[in-house]
């Protein structure tokens, strides 16, 4: 049964940075889809970055490109977040999802079976 643990949320200041981390337990990293979602209060949850972890292949929210990086670390079965420039829009739990066996990176919320407990980051102006 899969598993998403997610780690480095926080409080920041504007422009500063974070990273945010997701282990994956039952079963390796491989070619499955890895994502990132964000949900602020009153809103809906949104997609923030993908990777198809067997070609590294990567999507955005325009809202966070060239902000935002999502990486791996197959040794470590972890997926990232690397969180720069940060502004209080910013501010959300922050959730890990995952698809296995499935190539295309997607923000769609909907692309997903399993999803972690969530982390908050709140950034402050």
């Known amino acids: 049964q899969v598993q998403l643990v997610e780690s480095g949320g926080g409080s920041a200041q504007a422009g500063g940075s974070l990273r945010l981390s997701c282990v994956i337990s039952?079963?390796?990293?491989?070619?499955?889809?890895m994502g990132w979602f964000r949900q602020a209060p009153g809103k809906e949850r949104e997609g923030v970055a993908s990777?198809?972890?067997?070609?590294?292949?990567?999507a955005y929210a325009d809202s966070v490109k060239g902000r935002f990086t999502i990486s791996q670390d197959n040794a470590k079965n972890t997926v990232y977040l690397h969180m720069n420039s940060l502004k209080p829009e910013d501010t959300a739990m922050y959730y890990c999802?995952?698809?296995?066996?499935?190539?295309?990176?997607?923000?769609?919320?909907?692309?997903?079976?399993?999803w972690g407990q969530g982390t908050q980051v709140t950034v402050s102006s």
């Open positions: 039952g079963y390796t990293l491989g070619s499955n889809l």
């Open positions: 999802a995952s698809r296995r066996w499935y190539r295309v990176p997607t923000l769609s919320q909907y692309d997903y079976t399993a």
């Open positions: 990777i198809y972890t067997g070609g590294y292949n990567t």
